[in-house]
T-cell receptor, first 110, second 114 residues
Framework: KNEVEQSPQNLTAQEGEFITINCSYS?????LHWLQQHPGGGIVSLFM???GKKKHGRLIATINIQEKHSSLHITASHPRDSAVYIC????????????FGKGTKLSVKP | DTGVSQNPRHKITKRGQNVTFRCDPI?????LYWYRQTLGQGPEFLTY????????KSRLLSDRFSAERPKGSFSTLEIQRTEQGDSAMYLC????????????FGPGTRLTVT
C-alpha cells in the first residue's frame, strides 16, 4: 500500500512570497494528483502529472519519479491562495481510488 | 454538465439514527468513489462503483454502512445506527473508467452526530 507524506503541515506566508509544498510517496505510481480544498470542504483538482513539470497560472507542479517526490509551487502568493493543498496517489491495482496526504494548510497574509 | 453534486450539504443527527446521503456524478463518468474525511486529515477511501457494480469496499466501511448505485447513475450512502465517530465530511468523486483518469469531487456532505 502506498503511503503519502506531505510537508509542511502548516504554512504561513506574506502576500507575494514564493511557496513550496512537498509530497513524498512510498510506491511507484502512474500519476500524482495535487488538489486544493477551501474551507467548507469542496475539493478541486489542480494537477495530475506523471513526469516532469506542469504550470497553470501561478501554480507549478513538479515530480521526480525516481525519487518518489513531488513539489507544488505558488509564485507571487495571494490571500485567495489560502487553502489546504493535498497530494494524492493511486492506491495501486485496478480500482483507481486515491490515497491522500494529510494536507498542507496554507495561510497567506496581506 | 454542472459537475458532481451531493445532498444534503450538512446533516446533524442524533446518535442511533439512520442517515442517507446522495451523490450525482458527472453523467458520462462510469466510476464513482466515496471517501470520508475527518478534521485535520486527508480523505480516506470507503468504496467505489464501476457503473452499478460495487467493486471494492474499504475495511473502514463497517456493517452499518451501505452504498448503492442502482442504475449506474446517482449513488446513495446510508449509515445505520450512527455513532459520534461517524462525524466527518463524506466526499463523492467520479471519473471516467480506468486508472489514471482525473477524479472530480463533489462539495461533500458534512455529518455531525450528537
Amino acid at each position: 500500500k502506498n503511503e503519502v507524506e506531505q510537508s509542511p503541515q502548516n504554512l504561513t506566508a506574506q502576500e507575494g512570497e514564493f511557496i513550496t509544498i512537498n509530497c513524498s510517496y512510498s510506491v511507484g505510481i502512474s500519476a500524482l494528483h495535487w488538489l486544493q480544498q477551501h474551507p467548507g470542504g469542496g475539493i478541486v483538482s489542480l494537477f495530475m502529472l506523471s513526469s516532469g513539470k506542469k504550470k497553470h497560472g501561478r501554480l507549478i507542479a513538479t515530480i521526480n519519479i525516481q525519487e518518489k517526490h513531488s513539489s507544488l509551487h505558488i509564485t507571487a502568493s495571494h490571500p485567495r491562495d489560502s487553502a489546504v493543498y493535498i497530494c494524492a496517489v493511486p492506491s495501486g491495482g485496478s480500482q483507481g481510488n486515491l490515497i491522500f496526504g494529510k494536507g498542507t494548510k496554507l495561510s497567506v497574509k496581506p | 454538465d454542472t459537475g458532481v453534486s451531493q445532498n444534503p450539504r450538512h446533516k446533524i443527527t442524533k446518535r442511533g439514527q439512520n442517515v442517507t446521503f446522495r451523490c450525482d456524478p458527472i453523467s458520462e463518468h462510469n466510476r464513482l468513489y466515496w471517501y470520508r474525511q475527518t478534521l485535520g486529515q486527508g480523505p480516506e477511501f470507503l468504496t467505489y462503483f464501476q457503473n452499478e457494480a460495487q467493486l471494492e469496499k474499504s475495511r473502514l466501511l463497517s456493517d452499518r454502512f451501505s452504498a448503492e448505485r442502482p442504475k449506474g447513475s446517482f449513488s446513495t450512502l446510508e449509515i445505520q445506527r450512527t455513532e459520534q465517530g461517524d462525524s466527518a465530511m463524506y466526499l463523492c468523486a467520479s471519473s471516467l473508467d480506468g486508472v489514471g483518469f482525473e477524479q472530480y469531487f463533489g462539495p461533500g456532505t458534512r455529518l455531525t452526530v450528537t
